[in-house]
């Protein structure tokens, strides 16, 4: 079997766009980005409240963040009182 590298790191020739623009970072390089702990990200991935994730294939693939998708879960979070809820006014 031949290797194929990981999505997150293939250059599309063909023109643009292509996956490149869309960096993929690690559990760790995310919670650094996010000021959390790698346990904190592992645990939100289980719940399913954390940022939209990459898994790699098999039971041990590996785990990316897209850049982007923390950009849009920073947005969806964004506040403008201590009052509110998630989903809006309390």
Request: glycine share 12%.
């Amino acid at each position: 079997m031949r290797y194929a590298p990981p999505l997150a790191h293939c250059a599309y020739t063909g023109g643009s766009p292509n996956l490149t623009d869309d960096p993929a970072l690690t559990t760790i390089e995310t919670a650094r980005v996010l000021g959390l702990k790698p346990k904190t990200l592992e645990n939100w991935r289980v719940m399913g409240i954390g940022p939209a994730f990459q898994k790699g294939p098999g039971l041990r693939g590996s785990i990316r963040y897209p850049l982007s998708s923390l950009h849009e879960w920073r947005s969806r979070h964004l506040q403008t009182s201590t009052s509110q809820t998630m989903g809006g006014m309390a």
